[in-house]
T-cell receptor, first 109, second 119 residues
Framework: QQPVQSPQAVILREGEDAVINCSSSKALYSVHWYRQKHGEAPVFLMILLKGGEQKGHEKISASFNEKKQQSSLYLTASQLSYSGTYFC??????????FGTGTSLTVIP | DTGVSQDPRHKITKRGQNVTFRCDPI?????LYWYRQTLGQGPEFLTY????????KSRLLSDRFSAERPKGSFSTLEIQRTEQGDSAMYLCASSLTLTQTSDLWNEQFFGPGTRLTVL
């Protein structure tokens, strides 16, 4: 049930772009994205719902392909503050929530 | 409001002892979640409440784990007869669900976690 993310890790220079992918084996109601910095709790980034509705806080974008049960997070013009581990979270039918395997992102000057 | 708080922040215990953690959610939030996270892994869902009702419990959660949210505000997570494999960060999160019939999970606000070490 745990969604699989790719890549596992990525290193960027400031200003470069990155794409993080999340794939689930189950049909999904929604996909969430969170970022967790070392030693801190996860912080919400975005929700993508079936039907195309999105809700997020930061200047990032994401897509949700309902048929393929996949989502991608697009990080453009990366900043040092983007460093951390990114988790997708999926909500299949059935009242449970599954965080993905995680993608470690490091932005260097 | 200062966000979700958890107490204690750290707990060291001996194998076989019982431990209890407390979570205070954001005051107007009606949903409360418990997760467990080990090093290098994503948070693993344990259980969640809508108001005082426990709506779901992970099949991975053994009978040694129990959670309560007696008045729909704070929650406690108790682990009985702790084992070394219980060592982890225990995270609490809360969210606001706007309708009683909504099945959708809204954005979750996480607390700082309780780090449990079982010796």
């Amino acid at each position: 049930q745990q969604p699989v993310q790719s890549p596992q890790a990525v290193i960027l220079r400031e200003g470069e772009d990155a794409v993080i992918n999340c794939s689930s084996s189950k049909a999904l109601y929604s996909v969430h994205w969170y970022r967790q910095k070392h030693g801190e709790a996860p912080v919400f980034l975005m929700i993508l719902l079936k039907g195309g509705e999105q809700k997020g806080h930061e200047k990032i974008s994401a897509s949700f392909n309902e048929k393929k049960q996949q989502s991608s997070l697009y990080l453009t013009a990366s900043q040092l503050s983007y460093s951390g581990t990114y988790f997708c979270g999926t909500e299949p039918p059935g009242n449970q929530f599954y965080f993905g395997t995680g993608t470690s992102l490091t932005v260097i000057p | 409001d200062t966000g979700v708080s958890q107490d204690p922040r750290h707990k060291i215990t001996k194998r076989g002892q019982n431990v209890t953690f407390r979570c205070d959610p954001i005051s107007e939030h009606n949903r409360l979640y418990w997760y467990r996270q080990t090093l290098g892994q994503g948070p693993e869902f344990l259980t969640y409440f809508q108001n005082e009702a426990q709506l779901e419990k992970s099949r991975l959660l053994s009978d040694r784990f129990s959670a309560e949210r007696p008045k729909g505000s704070f929650s406690t997570l108790e682990i009985q007869r702790t084992e070394q494999g219980d060592s982890a960060m225990y995270l609490c999160a809360s969210s606001l669900t706007l309708t009683q019939t909504s099945d959708l999970w809204n954005e979750q606000f996480f607390g700082p976690g309780t780090r449990l070490t079982v010796l």
